[in-house]
């Protein structure tokens, strides 16, 4: 499969836990997305890569939450001390440079904060 | 105000029917627009870009209206296998490449 793929795709953890979720885009994309999606709600965008820089993260919802892509490669999103209101659906998406409109998703990382 | 707002329905139809949904947006700096589906609980998938012009792509045609700040999407002759949300997605030009989604719009198609 040569997808976006995510992992993990599911994580329970208590509240105040640290969780990592790492994504791997379609290798030949240079661009990389994160965005959360909660329950009846579209996907809101958290930040975004192109190659290993990161050009947009003023849309990360916290301090809390920190994200990489080291080698412009696989990407980590992690939220520290989490909340109960973290929980949600967290997107990847993946793109060409030149190819603004079509985002491949992976299939998301659902997180629950117990 | 979102910035792209959706009526999230649900919108109940039975097979064969026209279906229309509207979405608006409100920063008027807007530079791309989409319509993406969204199958439960599955990721969601590109389904059409939005032309000034307008387009179709078989049972599905997309309008833009930009001096409204609105765009449609008509999907004509329903299948039940149309049954998903369907959402507005807008690029904004004094927001890189960041695309903004609506919260979708909910089709349920019935025999």
């Known amino acids: 499969d040569t997808g976006v793929s995510q992992d993990p795709r599911h994580k329970i953890t208590k509240r105040g836990q640290n969780v990592t979720f790492r994504c791997d885009p379609i290798s030949e994309h240079n661009r990389l997305y994160w965005y959360r999606q909660t329950l009846g709600q579209g996907p809101e965008f958290l930040t975004y890569?192109?190659?290993?820089?990161?050009?947009?993260k003023s849309r990360l919802l916290s301090d809390r939450f920190s994200a990489e892509r080291p080698k412009g490669s696989f990407s980590t999103l992690e939220i520290q001390r989490t909340e109960q209101g973290d929980s949600a659906m967290y997107l990847c998406?993946?793109?060409?440079?030149?190819?603004?409109?079509?985002?491949?998703f992976g299939e998301g990382s659902r997180l629950t904060v117990l | 105000r979102k910035e792209v707002e959706q009526d999230p329905g649900p919108f109940n139809v039975p097979e064969g029917a026209t279906v229309a949904f509207n979405c608006t947006y409100s920063n008027s700096a807007s530079q791309s627009f989409f319509w993406y589906r969204q199958d439960c609980r599955k990721e969601p998938k590109l389904l059409m870009s939005v032309y000034s012009s307008g387009n179709e792509d078989g049972r599905f045609t997309a309008q833009l209206n930009r001096a409204s700040q609105y765009i449609s999407l008509l999907i004509r002759d329903s299948k039940l296998s149309d049954s998903a949300t369907y959402l507005c997605?807008?690029?904004?030009?004094?927001?890189?490449?960041?695309?903004?989604f609506g919260g979708g719009t909910r089709l349920m198609v019935k025999p």
């Open positions: 890569f192109q190659n290993e820089a990161q050009l947009e």
């Open positions: 997605v807008v690029t904004f030009n004094n927001a890189g490449n960041m695309l903004t």
């Open positions: 998406a993946s793109s060409f440079f030149l190819n603004t409109g079509e985002l491949f």
